[in-house]
């Protein structure tokens, strides 16, 4: 049988039942309060795999690294002088040549026809020379005779005059015939003197002629010398003393019966005793590289000293070739196109503060690094101020003192936090 509850009793269990759901409520407000106030775990890292730096004081080489290629200093890059036919490659890419080496032989019947039909013409401009000649030489012959009769009549009309006027001092000569003579001797005079005029005209005349002739010659003459040199050229030669390195172009190499316009390039001919060194720095680093600084070149079989020679001007895929000249023999197995690094020295920094460049430090930038606290057992970020780069070390401007020892390996994937346990 059920028994009544008293409304005291009932009063007293909803009191009960609603301070425990307060106390629930207040206890779930101060654990929330206190998990928000929880700072995050430390991350732990293992030391062994990370790379540390101390910070230096002292004298700081400032370098460039970059990679490249050995090249001749000498490169000649032979060409086709006119068009042609490939008939015969007498030598082969990696051969030895002189400048007189013939490095394939070519054929044009067009050049070989005009070379004929210009030597046809100069012989028969000369041909026209011998026979203007002859005729300059009768005309000159005939216009002598002229002055030669012309100055005999004039000579006979002279005295015939001087007799006449002797006679006429006598009365034996009428003043008719004395006016006769003298007017024929002047007469004479006259002729004689335009018959000299002629010769001389003529020989001035003859001058001409043949100057105009002896240019056309030496104009055919230089005609037939460049067809002569354009047959020559048929044969291509190497024009320089070196190694052959290459017939044709990269990708498609030369063939026999293979067709050629002029201009085109058959072969390319270098010098493999002088190479130097073509290095690609990036454009960001190569703001300070200048001429005859020092520079230091690994072919992988030895390290050669050299110094800067050319910077070029322009940048292309973002570096900028550099071309270094070798101060040192080259080592056994050295030859063109051989790939090497190279390290440019640009300045030396006396007594400055410096680290290992760390995997996220940038030059003249401010960076976010693990200083090393606690006897190595933590590390805490601080902002470092860094300055000029190397290769391999950076300026410390600000941030860091001497002996501090920071990581230097990279530390993204702990960018949420400000301190890290070494372990």
């Known amino acids: ?12 269990r909803q009191t009960r039942r609603w301070f425990v759901v307060a106390a629930v409520g207040v206890v779930l407000a101060l654990v929330t309060l206190g998990l928000s106030r929880l ?38 890059w032979v060409p086709t002088a006119n068009a042609g036919r490939v008939d015969q490659i007498l030598v082969l890419p990696g051969e030895a040549v002189k400048a007189d080496t013939v490095l394939v032989e070519l054929s044009n019947p067009d050049v070989e026809q005009a070379a004929f039909d210009s030597e046809s013409q100069l012989k028969v401009a ?3 020379m011998a026979n203007l000649r002859v005729q300059l030489d009768s005309q000159k012959l005939t216009q002598q005779a002229a002055v030669a009769s012309a100055q005999a009549n004039y000579n006979g009309a002279k005295i015939d005059l001087e007799v006449n006027e002797e006679l006429a001092k006598s009365g034996l000569v009428p003043a008719l015939t004395m006016k006769q003579s003298k007017a024929k001797a002047d007469e004479l005079a006259k002729l004689f003197v335009i018959e000299q005029e002629r010769l001389k005209i003529c020989a001035e005349a003859a001058k001409a002629q043949l100057a105009a002739q002896e240019a056309k010659v030496a104009q055919l003459r230089a005609q037939l010398g460049l067809k002569h040199r354009q047959v020559a050229a048929l044969k291509v030669r190497a ?94 197995g050295a030859r ?18 410096y680290i290992g460049r760390p995997v996220q430090g940038q030059a003249e930038s401010t960076a ?12 805490n970020r601080v902002p ?40």
């Open 239 to 332: 024009g320089m003393v070196g190694v052959l390195q290459r017939l044709g172009e990269l990708t498609n190499p030369l063939q026999v019966g293979q067709q050629l316009a002029a201009g085109a390039i058959i072969a390319r001919v270098a010098n493999p005793a002088k190479l130097k060194a073509a290095i690609k720095i990036a454009e960001t680093q190569a703001k300070d590289i200048q001429l005859k600084q020092v520079a230091e070149i690994d072919t992988r079989n030895g390290v050669i000293p050299g110094h800067v020679i050319r910077v070029d001007p322009a940048v292309e895929n973002g570096t900028v070739t550099v071309d270094v000249a070798l101060d040192a023999p080259l080592p056994r």
């Open 126 to 128: 000369e041909a026209d």
């Open 384 to 423: 470092v101020k860094l300055g000029r780069s190397s290769v391999s070390v950076i300026e410390v401007v600000d941030g860091l003192q001497v002996g501090d020892q920071v990581i230097l390996s990279d530390m993204a994937q702990w960018d949420a936090h400000e301190r890290v346990r070494l372990e």
């Open 39 to 76: 700072q995050p775990a430390i991350p732990r890292v293992v030391k062994a795999s990370l790379y540390f730096g101390t910070v230096q004081r002292g004298e700081m080489v400032r370098q460039v690294r970059g990679n490249g290629t050995l090249v001749p200093e000498n490169i000649r």
């Open 1 to 12: 049988m059920d028994v009544p509850i008293s409304p005291a009793i009932r009063r007293r």
């Open 336 to 353: 063109p196109d051989l790939s090497v690094d190279g390290v440019i020295e640009l300045e030396r920094l006396a007594s400055v503060l």
């Open 368 to 379: 976010g690094l693990f200083k090393v606290v606690e006897s190595g057992k933590a590390a």
